[in-house]
């Protein structure tokens, strides 16, 4: 599976954007997706998770942020609402067997920027 990011981008406190991650493969339905970011100097953490068990979201972005996924187009979509600047970072989406932990991930997006100014 390859995995396309896109959608960053810079926004003021309060904005929104939409990011998208377009999978390549016919077997795109049967894997886990994942949305995880990383900050300068950071580690990278969980943004959410959707299995067919349900959809999971890091306390952090719960309510505000909105997983959704198109197996028709081989697309997860994460929409994010009410942004931070604390929500700055690259992001990721992945592709496995995993739920929170990116180690669980077999495939990898190449990360799309966003940049959250106050």
């Known amino acids: 599976v390859q995995l396309q990011a896109s959608g960053g981008g810079s926004v003021q406190a309060g904005g929104s954007l939409r990011l998208s991650c377009a999978a390549s493969?016919?077997?795109?339905?049967?894997?886990?997706m994942g949305w995880f970011r990383q900050a300068p100097g950071k580690e990278r953490e969980f943004v959410a998770a959707?299995?067919?068990?349900?959809?999971s979201y890091a306390d952090s972005v719960q309510g505000r942020f909105t997983f959704s996924r198109d197996n028709a187009q081989n697309t997860v979509n994460l929409q994010m609402n009410s942004l931070q600047p604390e929500d700055t970072a690259v992001y990721y989406c992945?592709?496995?067997?995993?739920?929170?932990?990116?180690?669980?991930?077999?495939?990898w997006g190449q990360g799309t920027q966003v940049t959250v100014s106050s």
């Open positions: 959707m299995r067919r068990s349900g959809t």
């Open positions: 493969g016919r077997t795109f339905s049967m894997y886990n």
């Open positions: 992945a592709a496995g067997s995993g739920s929170t932990r990116a180690t669980e991930y077999e495939y």
